[in-house]
């Protein structure tokens, strides 16, 4: 395990980072449809991953990845070019939150971002938090507002949190290759607009899109990702229907059309970074 | 004793069964608080770097990792000084501001402290900013900032924030400088004018001539660079009457006098609303003019050469320079490249 290479799978709470993991390793493992990135041999323990699994082909939520129960993903990935064993953890969002609120992390989390060759970052359209200013008051000049409030850290802008998460990744890494980073907008069925995923980070987080953009540290691509396929309440009865369960999952990367393929974002995790 | 968990969906409080599997609620740690660090870990938390504004120490460290402006705003408290501030990092937040993206910052939870009292987030009925403590002693913001379109090599840019309190000590006595020991690195010196008050002919004396004398001790202390830029802002911008023919001259009359207090150093004025009272002016009105002032000043013409004939120039000048050789210490600590 020591020598996998490592990645990062990083988002706050909720984002959806274990529903993709639970559909990316039945499409591995399952071998439904042609993807670019394949998995040539099974790791030896596959306990969390068939679990995770398990409730995706069921039309269930996948559980939520608790404190406790953290846990890190190995996988033995296969491209035309080469072979590769990865791992990651698959980390509570809310851990990420508390780590950014307290401003102490696990070393595990240390290392692991010490060592991380590349990243996945995800952020989720009904999971943002926005800055939302008081309104312009008028009338009521410098009266009204007191300093008695208490500062919350949990209160801080989603897109706040992200940019710190990322730039503490990139203090802490001993790696000066630029570090490739798939941003995925998970949910990608709840956004109706006609954007790339690239505009949908632009528009709604912009303070993450600039930081992102301006790092020469960084080797980005942005993707939209629906790993359930819809609303498992609503659209239930069609993704039952689908009798392929690799072709629920929508996967879309500018605006090139849409794919079912997960292993997307590991390619470009895969790839080089470039100069 | 029981207490209420603040985890969303937890029902342990009544059905027992806590949702992170801990067998007591006394072995969790979201028990009847808000998020703290997790020791659901063996190993033991590594501190991260804080995040809040930066210490002189660490300033000058950042200062030499690359190409850092520095930034001066000084004035009385409750001028807005820190509005200012907060005005810029709360406009990039919506978007790429003043011609530049935001690359980055070491003092996010800083800013952020300081933005909450304006955000619906605080519960207030209207928008304020915490006043900046004297007891805090000097702290730098520091924003990252690239040029859109452009690979040029992004700017740091240190703010310092610093309680009025201390502004009113150095306006009244030289030894008070010493609490700004950064003072000769300083790019730009930021003298600002409350508006509120230039509005109020029965107070706006008062902030005229604090400016001057501000502005008068900064740059009698020689220690201030020959090459620093002064910005004299006009702040609240929204509450002066842009109509009224006294209100304009008194404000040019204002300027005249500052212009006076300071013949050395390049000096410009600003006009800025950075949190407007009304729906107009927009928020920052101003401020994207003030950043790129800051990170792209316009280039200045040379100025003339010392003449000869005038003694006082040459004794003020020796002084200067001898000033900044005591400060030396200062300044290597503090700076790699100036610009």
């Not at chain 1, 790092?215 to 790993?227: D, E, N, P, R």
């Not at chain 2, 190409?67 to 000084?74: D, R």
């Not at chain 2, 990170?295 to 120039?313: E, G």
Request: hydrophobic fraction near 40%.
């Amino acid at each position: 395990m020591s020598s996998a290479t490592k990645w990062l799978l990083l988002g706050l709470k909720g984002v959806g980072k274990t529903s993709y993991l639970a559909a990316l390793w039945h499409q591995l493992e399952a071998g439904e449809i042609a993807t670019a990135v394949t998995a040539d041999y099974l790791q030896p323990d596959r306990t969390y991953l068939n679990r995770i699994r398990d409730a995706w082909l069921a039309l269930k939520e996948v559980p939520r990845t608790s404190l406790r129960a953290e846990q890190t993903v190995e996988l033995h990935l296969c491209t035309p070019e080469s072979r590769i064993e990865v791992s990651f953890p698959d980390p509570s969002g809310e851990g990420l939150s508390q780590l950014w609120a307290s401003r102490r992390a696990s070393a595990s989390f240390v290392s692991e971002a010490r060592e991380a060759k590349g990243v996945l970052l995800f952020v989720h359209p009904k999971s943002i938090r926005f800055a939302e200013r008081i309104p312009p008051a008028i009338g009521l000049g410098d009266d009204g507002a007191t300093d008695d409030a208490v500062w919350k850290p949990e209160s801080v802008p989603t897109q706040v949190q992200l940019v710190d998460l990322m730039q503490i990744v990139n203090e802490l890494r001993s790696d000066d290759a630029r570090l490739p980073v798939a941003v995925i907008v998970s949910a990608w069925d709840l956004v109706k607009d006609s954007l790339s995923p690239e505009d949908f980070v632009r528009r709604r987080l912009p303070l993450l899109w600039q930081f992102l953009s301006s790092s020469s540290s960084l080797h980005l691509a942005y993707f939209g990702v629906s790993a359930t396929g819809g609303d498992l309440g609503e659209d239930r009865g069609r993704l039952a229907d689908i009798r392929t369960a690799s072709e629920r999952v929508v996967v879309q990367q500018a605006v090139l059309p849409v794919a079912r393929d997960l292993t997307l974002p590991l390619r470009h995790l895969l790839s080089d970074a470039g100069p | 004793m029981s207490t209420p968990c603040t985890r969303d969906g937890c029902t342990a409080r009544e059905t027992g069964t806590c949702l992170e599997g801990f067998a007591s609620p006394e072995e969790c740690p979201f028990s009847g608080q808000s998020a703290k660090p997790t020791e659901a870990k063996s190993d033991d938390p590594v501190a991260l770097q804080g995040g809040d504004a930066l210490t002189l120490d660490e300033a000058a460290v950042l200062c030499r990792s690359g190409h850092t402006k520095v930034v001066l705003l000084a004035g009385p408290k409750g001028s807005g000084k820190t509005t200012i501030i907060t005005s810029i990092y709360e406009s990039f937040q919506e978007a790429p501001y003043g011609g530049y993206l935001f690359a980055g910052s070491q003092t996010l939870v800083g800013f952020e402290r300081r933005c909450y009292l304006g955000r619906a987030a605080s519960g207030g009925a209207t928008a304020d900013t915490g006043r900046t403590s004297a007891n805090a002693g000097v702290q730098f913001l520091h924003l990252r900032v690239g040029r859109l379109n452009s690979d040029a090599p992004a700017t740091n840019v240190l703010i310092a924030d610093v309680s009025g309190e201390i502004f009113r000590q150095v306006r009244d006595s030289d030894e008070a400088q010493r609490l700004l020991p950064f003072l000769e690195r300083v790019d730009n010196l930021a003298i600002v004018l409350d508006g509120a008050r230039l509005a109020k002919p029965t107070e706006r004396q008062l902030p005229r001539n604090d400016a001057r004398s501000l502005l008068r001790a900064f740059v009698e202390s020689n220690r201030v660079h020959p090459a620093c830029r002064i910005d004299v802002i006009f702040a609240k911008w929204d509450r002066l009457d842009q109509e009224s023919g006294e209100s304009k001259s008194f404000l040019d009359e204002t300027r005249a006098t500052l212009r006076k207090a300071c013949t050395e150093n390049e000096l410009s004025f600003f006009e800025v609303a950075a949190r407007p009272e009304a729906p107009s002016p927009p928020f920052a009105f101003g401020m994207a003019t003030l950043l790129r002032e800051w990170v792209d000043p316009p280039t200045v013409v040379a100025k003339p050469v010392l003449s000869l004939s005038d003694p006082n120039k040459i004794r003020r000048e020796a002084e200067r320079y001898s000033s900044r050789l005591r400060g030396s210490a200062i300044l290597e600590a503090f700076d790699v490249q100036r610009y």
